[in-house]
């Protein structure tokens, strides 16, 4: 079975400062990745998602993400955090088990900005 | 926009009860899901549907069982609940089985006394 590993479970930072959120995965075969923010109160949303072509995907609100295939890694980052990134995040893999695709979710992050 | 409607957000059972989460979609999606969200855990995946009347088991069904009788409602049931269910509860939907996002609800925060 497909895992997902979320190394960071709480960062706090200040605005401004540079942000990256280490995902892994544990799953041979062709995967399609995704990274979802869950603001304070609000229902999960979609960041960015890799299928296919370029390893570096942009999503919105500035953020971007690398896939390393040799890693088995999708990790997150933003050059510049703002206070309104305060949120959790959640690292996604959609991965062929059996005969279904099945989306597993890491144990997330909780990021603080300062302002 | 896709719409995924939870019919409760707060809910208080008492243990032993027979608990009834609902979802509804309304963008025709084939694939449902039901996720518990617990702090420090992750979202978990319950049970899924890929069809009207399909389920299988996600990575933690155990006291759960799930109803599709209507492709745009997906029903979740604790038939005895008990305290160590208290969860929020996370219906969504998508379009196809692989590359495509999750459509979320805005979940159900369930609290077994």
């Known amino acids: 079975a497909q895992s997902v590993s979320q190394h960071n479970h709480h960062v706090i930072l200040s605005e401004a400062a540079s942000l990256e959120l280490g995902c892994n995965y544990s799953y041979g075969g062709t995967v399609n990745l995704f990274w979802y923010v869950q603001y304070p109160g609000q229902h999960l949303q979609l960041l960015l998602k890799?299928?296919?072509?370029?390893?570096l995907v942009k999503g919105i609100k500035g953020f971007e993400a690398e896939f390393i295939k040799s890693k088995f890694s999708f990790n997150l980052r933003k050059p510049s955090v703002q206070w309104s990134d305060t949120a959790e995040y959640f690292c996604?893999?959609?991965?062929?088990?059996?005969?279904?695709?099945?989306?597993?979710f890491g144990r997330g992050t909780s990021l603080i900005v300062h302002p | 926009d896709v719409k995924v409607t939870q019919s409760s957000r707060y809910l208080v059972k008492r243990t032993g009860e027979k608990v009834f989460l609902e979802c509804v979609q309304d963008m025709d999606h084939e694939n449902m899901f039901w996720y518990r969200q617990d702090p420090g855990l992750g979202l978990r995946l319950i049970y899924f549907?890929?069809?009207?009347?399909?389920?299988e088991k996600g990575d933690i069904p155990e006291g759960y069982s799930v109803s599709r009788e209507k492709k745009e409602r997906f029903s979740l049931i604790l038939e005895s609940a008990s305290t160590n269910q208290t969860s929020m509860y996370l219906c969504?939907?998508?379009?196809?089985?692989?590359?495509?996002?999750?459509?979320f609800g805005s979940g159900t925060q369930l609290s077994v006394l």
């Open positions: 890799y299928f296919s072509g370029d390893p």
């Open positions: 969504a939907s998508s379009p196809d089985r692989g590359r495509e996002k999750l459509f």
């Open positions: 996604a893999v959609n991965a062929r088990g059996g005969g279904s695709y099945i989306p597993t």
């Open positions: 549907s890929y069809d009207v009347k399909m389920k």
